[in-house]
């Protein structure tokens, strides 16, 4: 496939609103002309085009609700909020950017301003969660705004935003009667940026509080409630779903049983430490650190992964802290106790997807495996170069569970 953007991890982050242009978030040509304004620019330069695009938009947006457009108004600011989360992502880390910030301030600014034009207004929610309370939005089922419904949880990931989470599934759920409640959790967006809190193993603990909080919406169906994750919240939800019973409905894109697992499979076959003594990750031999260390901070794109998202999203400084920080996050002992309906996807090409198989056999609920293809275009990380696809496909599956 032909990249649009010179750099790979240019080209990983600033695809994504490529898969919401179904739903609004961009345009072809609009990517395009961000790309080419970046060239062969570093990572300020990517931040710079991005954030300069999503200004013109914002500010075409202040000029549509000023003549009275507010039909074009809100589809502007929605926009912009899109072209804002796309533009940060390559300067993960701690300390944290005060480019980052401002990008992510702007982009929920114009999120919220989007958000609440319209016949049905929405407006930022908090969630009770300890000290550090969680934002979220109901993103209402469309024709059906003020009627009781049927809720998907929407359960981010690793690195994306409630913007991304808006476009990517959100907007199609709406579209088929389904209300949405999009939230950052531990980890995640405002939480980890604004907050510094850390993402946490027990993820029970996330979705009872969210659950919680969902049982006090007036328009929520408590019969109906399903949980989806994507990304690594194809791990989060199941884990979430593991302590909630009342979730009637679970979906992982893709199913992720483990953190640890896929780098102790690395370590075992790539750099030949026998079994045994990767079985903790936290408690491997200097030597072996220092070579996978020597690795990482080599490949730009491990070295994303790892250090700038990976130390900063779960709080440590170093390889082996990171490390045994990922080992608590497994199904291990979990998977059994998931009581309902559960939908796990499996794309083509999809390195996170490749334990699908052996999730859905440790599952003792009613389970069901949907497959993607490279032929369909739908391969990839969370089939990500055709969503529409990908919503279709699990809101069908979903009809069926509650409709």
Not at 141 to 157: H, K, T, W, Y
Not at 370 to 381: L, M, N, S, W
């Amino acid at each position: 496939m032909t990249m649009l953007f010179r750099n790979e991890l240019h080209e990983e982050f600033g695809a994504w609103p490529l898969a919401y242009i179904p739903y609004g978030g961009a345009d072809f040509g609009e990517v395009r002309a961000v790309a080419e304004a970046i060239g062969d620019g570093d990572d300020g330069a990517y931040h710079d085009a991005w954030v300069a695009a999503a200004d013109r938009l914002k500010a075409e947006g202040d000029t549509a609700l000023g003549k009275g457009h507010s039909l074009s108004a809100r589809e502007l600011y929605l926009r912009a909020s899109a072209f804002y989360a796309a533009s940060f992502h390559p300067l993960f880390g701690a300390p944290v950017d005060p480019r980052l910030l401002a990008a992510f301030r702007k982009q929920v600014d114009a999120l919220e301003k989007g958000l609440a034009l319209g016949r049905h207004p929405v407006r930022p929610l908090s969630i009770p969660f300890g000290v550090t309370p969680m934002p979220g939005y109901l993103i209402p089922a469309q024709g059906f705004e003020d009627q009781v419904r049927p809720l998907i949880i929407l359960n981010n990931g690793y690195d994306a935003t409630i913007t991304d989470t808006y476009f990517a599934s959100a907007v199609a759920a709406s579209r088929r009667g389904y209300h949405s409640l999009l939230f950052d959790g531990p980890g995640q967006g405002a939480m980890l940026y604004e907050h510094g809190v850390p993402l946490r193993p027990d993820w029970e603990v996330v979705v009872n509080a969210v659950v919680d909080f969902a049982l006090t919406l007036p328009r929520v169906d408590p019969r109906r409630i399903a949980l989806y994750g994507w990304s690594l919240g194809g791990h989060l939800a199941p884990r979430g779903a593991s302590g909630e019973p009342r979730i009637a409905a679970l979906i992982a894109d893709p199913a992720v049983w483990s953190i640890a697992d896929g780098f102790r499979e690395v370590i075992v076959h790539k750099f030949g430490v026998a079994p045994e003594a990767a079985a903790d990750l936290g408690a491997l031999d200097q030597a072996v650190l220092d070579r996978i260390d020597a690795v990482v901070r080599k490949d730009r794109g491990l070295y994303w992964k790892v250090v700038q998202r990976g130390f900063w999203v779960h709080g440590t400084d170093d390889l082996r802290a990171y490390f045994a920080s990922t080992e608590p996050f497994t199904m291990q002992g979990r998977a059994e106790l998931i009581q309902c309906p559960t939908l796990i996807t499996q794309a083509e090409n999809d390195a996170l997807a490749t334990g699908a198989e052996a999730f859905l056999a440790a599952l003792r609920c009613p389970k069901t495996l949907k497959r993607f293809t490279a032929a369909e275009g739908a391969d990839g990380h969370c089939e990500m170069q055709n969503r529409s696809l990908l919503n279709r496909r699990v809101l069908d599956w979903l009809d069926e569970q509650f409709l």
